[in-house]
């Protein structure tokens, strides 16, 4: 078998790579011995691509069932002596924050990177919280990259200061430079990478608070070690005119590469001074507070929260500097992502020079909005078909995180409130408690996330819930990543299979119907006999991820249904199930074979209507 592209040993091969392909390589390059992670766009790809690049001799690898667990392996792996790279998406540091900042105390002599992917606009997160504000709270070092090259480097840079300075480092990429793709030139590939050894320290390594104390003024030492990093850091660059000007910006991020587009595109290239931080926490104070006494005034560029903007402005008073600064205003706030348009209006205004026209006569039009849809065939939609027929609207409906969120859409509406993963359990139970009934559905692989405890705690509390785990086999949003519920034959030699099942049985849970999610007459039925019950009591509704199936297991049903009679049952069948591959054709309703996966619901809620043909012969 052909080694994997990011393996090659040719130093100085340049490719073509994502933001998140080139961390990879940069961890390669580095030795990185151990990876762990929980999958969540966009940080998806870095441990995606480390299991498709298959290096046991090189790395440990593993998807862990949540943030934290993920972060607390990373850390043990970088206690024994390993470099270790934990990855995840900004909300996911929120679970794993606990560890992290005590280790931030203990520091692990191996060297440990954090990979945060923050999502500025909510592409596909619940928030947009700007982890920058971690790195300064959990005294963390943190690199900032703007490219794909820097990417690649600024992530061998992190794991070379993460060992030096025996501390974890943060690497904070947003969704524009994860998915971002450039030219990256390879540096050499080592063989193998020694593991530091690890030696017990008690006094060092279990923070009992008078251990703790002493650890706090370790940690301080080592942020000035690394402010000093920073000072020289070739990932700070200061870009001078030849003469004194005075104006200067201060830029961070993504915004680097909106301000150099805006600057060209309006001709102002020469009218300012520009400092580009790459290491953005902790600052290089001396060298930002040389750059402020040379201008008069100074605009912080930086996407997200005004971080930068208020450490600069504290950094003016401390040092008594008679500048004005500049940052956050009504064009870029600190809502969404920028852009060269919304930078290059915000250049003129301080500038005072004219502003960007808007283009004319462009005869743009309006594409029609596609909104977010539960795959054909999904499983969960027949799920919430069966639950709205037996509930209506008379309960409230707890979701969670996952593919199946998406059952908030009309006519489903089964989605009520949300609070983050494994919440429709825990915050369903207080919501049962104030006498609300709820139905809470969880995906397999949230469930393996942060539901058991919930479920723990609904038990334990006696709280009146009826809780509905959608089992597709897969971590299905973020791209059919392994969990514990996947069948062994796709988890491989290196994972163990867990019963669901079992599992919710050795909670003590009675009432519990494992169904095939397909079947709606057996969904309904289950439904109406837990509908009056008290306690918990449990759904396990149970098919593969369609798309999994057809993609991974090779799996594809051998009929697709077609429409045999219109009607009153055909249009009510349309408005309440909804599925995707129905179409309307003229007043009548069909079925798009090539969308149609097979799963025959449309055959049980309207028989008449519908019958199932073979998908060649539809072909034909």
């Known amino acids: 078998m052909s080694k994997h592209p990011l393996l090659s040993e040719k130093a100085g091969e340049i490719q073509l790579l994502l933001g998140n392909e080139a961390i990879v390589r940069g961890a390669l390059e580095a030795g990185v011995q151990m990876v762990t992670c929980y999958p969540g766009t966009p940080s998806s790809e870095v441990v995606d691509t480390f299991k498709r690049i298959q290096a046991p001799e090189r790395y440990r690898m593993e998807y862990s069932i949540n943030e934290k667990v993920a972060m607390e392996v990373a850390c043990g792996a970088a206690l024994g002596g390993a470099m270790s790279l934990v990855t995840m998406k900004h909300v996911g540091l929120n679970v794993a924050a606990d560890p992290l900042f005590t280790t931030a105390y203990t520091g692990l002599p191996g060297g440990l990177v954090v990979l945060s992917a923050d999502d500025p606009g909510c592409h596909s997160s619940q928030n947009e919280q700007d982890n920058r504000g971690y790195a300064r709270i959990a005294h963390l070092p943190c690199f900032e990259p703007a490219q794909a090259k820097e990417a690649y480097a600024m992530t061998k840079a992190a794991f070379a200061l993460a060992r030096e300075l025996e501390q974890p480092i943060m690497l904070r990429t947003t969704t524009r430079i994860s998915h971002v793709r450039g030219p990256v030139t390879f540096g050499e590939l080592p063989q193998k990478t020694s593991l530091v050894p690890f030696q017990k320290n008690p006094q060092r390594f279990v923070p009992l608070p008078a251990v703790a104390r002493k650890r706090h003024v370790a940690v301080e030492e080592a942020m000035e070690k690394a402010r000093l990093v920073a000072e020289k850091s070739p990932f700070n660059i200061e870009k001078n005119q030849p003469t004194p000007v005075e104006f200067g910006i201060v830029t961070s991020g993504v915004a680097r590469n909106y301000l150099f587009d805006a600057l060209i595109s309006q001709g102002l290239e020469d009218k300012v001074d520009i400092f580009e931080l790459g290491m953005t926490w902790p600052l290089p104070t001396e060298r930002l507070a040389n750059f402020l006494t040379r201008h008069k005034n100074v605009l912080v560029l930086e996407e997200g929260d005004a971080y930068l903007e208020h450490d600069l402005r504290a950094l003016a008073q401390e040092k008594g500097l008679n500048v004005q600064i500049s940052g956050k205003d009504a064009t870029l706030t600190d809502l969404g992502e920028y852009s060269h348009r919304l930078v290059a209006k915000r250049l003129a205004r301080w500038l005072g020079t004219p502003e960007p026209k808007e283009p004319e006569n462009l005869n743009i039009q309006e594409l029609p909005n596609r909104p977010p849809n539960l795959c054909p065939g999904c ?242």
């Open 379 to 620: 499983s969960h939609r027949s799920v919430y078909y069966a639950a709205r027929k037996v509930f209506g609207d008379s309960v409230v409906y707890s979701s969670d995180i996952g593919c199946y969120t998406l059952g908030v859409v009309p006519p489903m509406r089964a989605a009520d409130f949300l609070f983050c993963m494994g919440s429709s359990i825990s915050g369903g139970s207080g919501l049962a408690a104030m006498g609300q009934k709820v139905v809470s559905f969880i995906g397999d692989s949230t469930f393996f996330h942060s539901g058991l405890t919930g479920l723990a705690n609904a038990v334990f509390n006696k709280h009146n819930l009826l809780l509905v785990i959608l089992d597709n086999g897969t971590t299905a949003m973020t791209g059919h990543q392994p969990n514990p519920g996947m069948l062994q034959e796709s988890l491989g030699d290196n994972c163990v299979h867990l019963d669901l099942e079992a599992i919710v049985k050795s909670f003590g849970v009675t009432d519990l119907q494992t169904i095939n999610a397909y079947n709606v007459r057996s969904l309904i039925k289950a439904f109406t006999e837990f509908k009056d019950k008290d306690g918990v009591r449990v759904i396990i509704a149970k098919q593969p991820c369609v798309l999994y199936a057809k993609r991974q297991l090779r799996k594809v049903q051998p009929n697709v249904a077609v429409v045999i009679s219109q009607g009153e049952e055909t249009l009510t069948c349309l408005k309440e199930l909804a599925c995707p591959a129905f179409y309307r054709n003229g007043d009548d309703v069909a079925v798009d074979p090539s969308l149609c996966a097979g799963c025959m619901v449309c055959l049980q809620i309207a028989p008449k209507s519908f019958k199932a043909v073979k998908r060649e012969e539809v072909k034909s």
